[in-house]
């Protein structure tokens, strides 16, 4: 049975997109390497340019572990926001905590242009903070929020690391304004 119409899965590993697309009409993609957009393709996705995914709208964005892992996260957040359908849409966001946000250009690793203005040391400070400061601001409401293991890949130091991730299920607020000036939500 299909639940929704539309749902967009940002820089998509691929295992977790396919176990959800019999849920959805239509299931877009996004990655930045184009390998691996190759092969979300062969599995039957609609890739879609990083710069042009935020031209639609959806009724369902997974955005996991993406965050602490772009350059402009609060964009990619407005982003979400904008894109979400005006009623019932909802995101899923994935984040480690505590956050240290990097970018891994090649084999270097940057700091964000624009970090999440995150504050606190301990995952439920950090977490708080997120809401708080960050995601009722720009008119999201908190569904559900949970902690997770995240098995990450390692390197030379360790074959593996488990880190920390906060799940959250995120709604548009009523009445709240996108930066592109359109009404977002149920009144």
Same mark, same amino acid.
């Given at each position: %049975? ?12 691929? /295992?977790?997109? %396919? %176990?959800?697309?019999?849920?959805? %009409? *239509? ?10 957009? &190759? ?12 710069? /042009? ?5 959806? *009724?369902?964005i997974s955005?996991?572990?993406?965050? *602490? ?12 926001? *904008? ?8 995101? =899923? ?13 090649? &084999? ?15 995952? $439920?400070? &950090?977490?708080?903070? =997120?809401?708080?400061?960050?995601? $009722?601001?720009?008119g999201f ?21 488990? =880190? ?17 000036? /359109? ?5």
């Open positions: %049975k299909q639940w929704y119409q539309r749902r967009v899965a940002i820089t998509a590993g691929g /295992n977790v997109t %396919k %176990k959800f697309s019999s849920l959805f %009409k *239509d299931v877009f993609v996004t990655e930045t390497s184009p390998t691996m957009r &190759q092969r979300l393709q062969s599995k039957g996705f609609t890739a879609l340019e990083v710069e /042009n995914w935020s031209s639609r709208t959806y *009724d369902v955005c996991l572990n993406v965050l *602490d892992r772009c350059h402009e996260p609060m964009k990619l957040l407005e982003d979400i926001r *904008d894109c979400l359908t005006p009623t019932g849409g909802s995101a =899923l966001v994935a984040l480690v905590l505590p956050y240290h946000g990097s970018v891994e250009e090649g &084999q270097v690793w940057q700091r964000q242009r624009q970090p999440l203005p995150i504050k606190g040391a301990t995952f $439920e400070e &950090q977490l708080s903070s =997120l809401v708080v400061d960050i995601l $009722e601001p720009m409401e908190l569904n559900l929020a949970t902690k997770v293991p995240y098995l990450c890949s390692g390197d030379l130091q360790a074959r593996y690391y488990s =880190l920390s991730d906060c799940l959250l299920s995120l709604n548009v607020g009523p009445s709240t304004t996108s930066s592109k000036g /359109n009404s977002i939500g149920s009144d």
